[in-house]
């Protein structure tokens, strides 16, 4: 068994925010489509983390932000699991994989990192991927990534999930990579929902990449502050793109077999088999 799917879902996308609460229909939703042959990146322990210590303590935590964010990812890791754990398949086990920069940046753990996964993936377990904030410090991660550019190597950060899951997609060589987030796709204009761009399928690598960078300039904002935001995006799917890959952007709402049967609004991204 390969792995068919790498799926990404972003924080403000599992989130009620007017009721401050997690989005139990999506998450229920998504834990349930999640089958052996799929890679789950999921996003969301820092924010559920400080929804839970907010209900809890009737405050938010302060301080610096690093300190916090880490406090609040230690809070929302188990929360999270435990989900994921309540709405998936009984048959299928889940795997909590936590992941930083380092595993991807050294040859010999990124190849254990893919030996783990498709183990996984050979044992029908289903791998539940996340950045490892509670234990990531700022300064450190700058230090080691500055001494890895001086190499004159590509770098990976991994700090936003949409690049830890671009990253997946091309080390288990997946057919496709689906980012779910809050809206339906990528828009020409954000502000005109009749302006989603369908398809970005393009007959070579020049193309694509021509019309990437088009699409780049329209894109403003994000979800929540420190998000990269819809230009991210574009820019983490294009070498799973270049790659092979089938990349899918769309709203978490819908399912995910009807999404790669294209039968749910979303915008796909690749070039044309031949």
């Keep these: 068994m390969r792995c068919e799917v790498v799926g990404k879902i972003g924080s403000m996308a599992m989130i009620r925010q007017e009721e401050n609460d997690i989005d139990y229909n ?3 939703k998504v834990a349930a489509d999640l089958v052996p042959g799929v890679v789950w990146v999921s996003s969301g322990a820092v924010e559920v983390g400080r929804l839970d210590y907010l209900k809890r303590h009737g405050a938010e935590l302060t301080g610096d932000n690093e300190s916090v964010k880490a406090d609040y990812a230690a809070q929302g890791q188990s929360i999270l699991m435990a989900n994921y754990r309540q709405f998936a398949r009984p048959e299928y086990s889940l795997r909590q994989v936590l992941v930083e920069h380092q595993h991807f940046n050294d040859n010999v753990k990124r190849e254990y990192i893919r030996k783990l996964l498709d183990r996984a993936i050979r044992q029908k377990a289903i791998p539940i991927v996340n950045y490892n904030d509670p234990v990531s410090d700022e300064e450190i991660r700058k230090m080691e990534l500055h001494s890895l550019r001086l190499s004159g190597e590509p770098v990976v950060e991994c700090v936003d999930n ?10 288990m060589r997946a057919k496709y990579l689906v980012i779910l987030g809050s809206s339906d796709g990528i828009y020409r204009d954000h502000t005109d929902p009749s302006t989603l761009v369908r398809s970005a399928v393009c007959p070579d690598a020049e193309s694509l990449i021509a019309t990437i960078r088009t699409l780049q ?10 998000a990269n935001g819809a230009r991210a995006k574009l820019e983490f799917a294009l070498e799973p793109a270049l790659s092979g890959a089938t990349v899918i952007i769309a709203h978490a ?9 294209g039968d749910a609004p979303q915008t796909r991204i690749g070039i044309e088999a031949r």
Excluded: F, K, M, N
Aim: charged residues 25%.
């Design 253 to 261: 709402r819908y399912h995910l077999d009807a999404l790669i049967r």
């Design 217 to 226: 300039e329209g894109c403003v904002g994000a979800s929540r502050a420190g």
């Design 162 to 171: 949409d690049e830890t899951a671009s990253v997946i997609c091309r080390l």
């Design 26 to 28: 999506i998450l229920s």
